[in-house]
Structures are given as structure tokens and as C-alpha cells.
């Protein structure tokens, strides 16, 4: 039987979130359903609710760094059973059948992935309603196994922001010796610091803000350079092997480009309102490469949550009431959190 599920949700993109109820799915034989203890809150989540991407649907339900514990499973479930963590990132189901999707790559499904809110069931006409709830049902393929080791709040980040930073690292193979740079101390920068510095890699936060300096050294950066200070950027000049541009505001990628050693990648993954410039000169000097990277898929979600568990990496967090919502909305608009808010959905 389906269940009353309580949730925050966006009614409008001018509305605040504000209190409502809607109906979770039966459970189906190869579902999990657990209770949701914590929801990270991620930068998407206001541009959604706010109605800033376009196609957004509403009512609708943010959250997709959701963690908490099973109290339900279907007939045929085999990898959760009642009373084990469980965690949901930002995609509940894929097609499953195109060669992305066979390969573990479900985020890039050809055929279109369900998002967790703001999107469609498999069947393209069921809406999706994410972790700003009490309670949320997803097939066992796309629930994940939670460590734990560690402070189960702090992990919820790591379904949404450690996953985007961990398998571009991963991707271009980021090592001990390779010269890295972060660009942007916040929720996905922060990550990226953890991540680069465990893979042993010489990292370098480039950031606006020199007050953050301080901050980077205790995540693990070994260098720190001031954006707006041209010395210090033009000593860094051909320097890196891969830079990780985490920054959704306007920025000059240009200038980035011109950090990288021959050969070198700058991939983004922030995702600015409005499309930024790339001069052929930035990439052609250099043979260099200007990439991009989304989360990972199913697999190397795991992996990188076992990761975490081995080696003690969680993100920085600010646990938060569901009701001050819209402040953390504002307060993340000026970049005033170190590093991720997160939900203690027990306030719901």
C-alpha cells in the first residue's frame, strides 16, 4: 500500500518551501524503502526550486543527498534488509538497457534517467519527490550502502557533492605526484580537496577569498593562491596537470586555461547561470583539454563511499532545522556555509 509521506516542498518557483504531504509508490518486489534521517541540502536544489534551469515541475520536493535507515523491502530484495543505512543520490532509477546504462554509467543514460526530484519514473509520467521528506521508496539497484563508521549526517553530502568531485578525480586518474588545483572552497571544492589530497596529489586551492586559506591547508590543500592577486596567478602559469573548476558563479575559464601545464585538463563541474567564454587560443597553446563531469554512476558511488570509509573522509557540515530552510537558501546564495547544510529531518 502506498504511504502519507510529510515533505517540504516548492510550490511555485516564487513561493517559499513550506509544509505538504503527497503519496510514496507501493513497494514493488525489488524495492527498499527506508526512513530518511538526513538530506544534504545542494546549490540545485535552490536553482530548481527558484525555477532558474527552466522545465521545472511543481509542486515540487528538493533533496537528493538522502541518507537514513531501511524499514521496509521488497519480495525479492537481496542487497538490504530491515535496519541497514541506506542512501539515495541524485538519480532513483535509468533505462537500464543503453550502453551507458550496461556499463555502469547511469548518469549518462541515453534514453534519460530518473532523477530524484524533479523528474519522471521510468514510465516518463510518474513524478519524482526527493529527500526533503520522512520517507522515500527506491529501487534496491540505485539504493546504496552506507559506512557505518562514520557520522552518518556528514555522509549525506557525499551522495551529491563527493561523488561529482570523486570520479573526475578518478576519471583523469589523479595520482600521487600530479599537481592539482581546486578552484572554489565551498561544498563541491571542499570535497575535491579530501579527495586529491587521499590520492595523493599536490593540491592547490585557487579561491577569491584569502580568508579561506587557513580553511584549505586543514582539508588537506598544500598551497593556496588568491584569484585576484596577478602575481600569485601569474607564478602558477603552466603549472598544473588537472584543475577542478567547482565554481557555479561567472568566472573566467580562460585564466584557468592558462594555469595548465601542456597536456593538462580543466574539468568543471559547477554550473554557472549563463554559458562562459573559451578563446581556441586557451586550449590550442598547450594541447590542452577543457572538459566537463557530472556525478558518477551506481558502481562508483559505492566505491567511493567504501573509500570514504576506509579512509575517514566525510564532508563538513552544518546540521540545520527543516523550517530554516529558506535561510540556509540565502545563506548559501553568499556563500556564508562551511562547507554543506544538511537536514536533520527528525525537525520535520
Not at 71 to 92: N, P
Not at 248 to 264: E, I, K, R, V, W
Not at 265 to 270: E, N, P, R
Not at 312 to 325: F, G, M, P, W, Y
Amino acid at each position: 500500500m502506498t504511504t502519507l509521506a510529510k515533505a517540504y516542498a516548492a510550490q511555485s518557483a516564487t513561493t517559499p518551501l513550506s509544509p505538504w504531504q503527497f503519496e510514496r509508490r507501493d513497494l514493488n518486489p525489488h524495492d527498499v524503502q527506508f526512513d530518511i534521517l538526513y538530506c544534504g541540502v545542494c546549490h540545485s536544489d535552490l536553482h530548481q526550486a527558484r525555477g532558474e534551469w527552466g522545465g521545472e515541475m511543481f509542486p515540487m520536493v528538493p533533496g537528493h543527498e538522502i541518507v537514513g535507515r531501511v524499514v521496509a523491502v521488497g519480495s525479492h530484495v537481496t542487497k538490504f534488509k530491515v535496519g541497514d543505512l541506506a542512501g539515495t543520490g541524485c538519480l532513483v532509477d535509468s533505462c537500464r538497457e543503453c550502453s551507458n546504462c550496461q556499463h555502469g554509467l547511469e548518469q549518462f543514460c541515453l534514453n534519460g534517467g530518473s532523477y530524484t526530484y524533479n523528474g519522471f519514473e521510468q514510465d516518463k509520467k510518474t513524478p519524482t519527490y526527493g529527500g526533503y521528506s520522512n520517507t522515500i521508496v527506491v529501487h534496491e539497484d540505485f539504493t546504496l550502502k552506507m559506512p557505518e563508521n562514520l557520522d552518518l549526517a556528514a555522509t549525506a553530502p557525499l551522495l551529491c557533492a563527493g561523488i561529482t568531485t570523486y570520479s573526475p578525480l578518478r576519471h583523469w586518474n589523479v595520482k600521487k605526484g600530479d599537481k592539482v588545483a581546486v578552484v572554489g572552497l565551498g561544498g563541491l571544492g571542499h570535497m575535491g580537496v579530501k579527495f586529491a589530497a587521499a590520492f595523493g596529489a599536490e593540491v592547490t586551492v585557487l579561491s577569491t577569498s584569502a580568508d579561506k586559506e587557513a580553511d584549505a591547508r586543514k582539508l588537506g590543500a598544500h598551497k593556496f593562491v588568491v584569484t585576484k592577486d596577478e602575481a600569485q596567478m601569474k607564478a602558477v602559469r603552466g603549472y598544473f596537470d588537472f584543475i577542478l573548476d567547482t565554481v557555479s558563479a561567472q568566472h573566467d575559464l580562460n585564466a584557468y586555461l592558462g594555469l595548465l601545464a601542456t597536456d593538462g585538463t580543466l574539468c568543471v563541474v559547477g554550473i554557472p547561470s549563463t554559458a562562459q567564454p573559451v578563446h581556441h587560443f586557451s586550449v590550442i597553446a598547450g594541447r590542452k583539454s577543457l572538459a566537463g563531469s557530472s556525478i558518477g554512476g551506481l558502481p562508483e558511488t559505492q566505491e567511493m563511499l567504501d573509500f570514504c570509509a576506509e579512509h575517514n573522509i566525510v564532508s563538513d557540515i552544518e546540521l540545520i532545522d527543516i523550517k530554516d530552510i529558506e535561510n540556509a537558501f540565502e545563506r548559501m546564495q553568499k556563500g556564508d556555509v562551511r562547507y554543506r547544510f544538511v537536514i536533520d529531518m527528525a525537525t520535520l
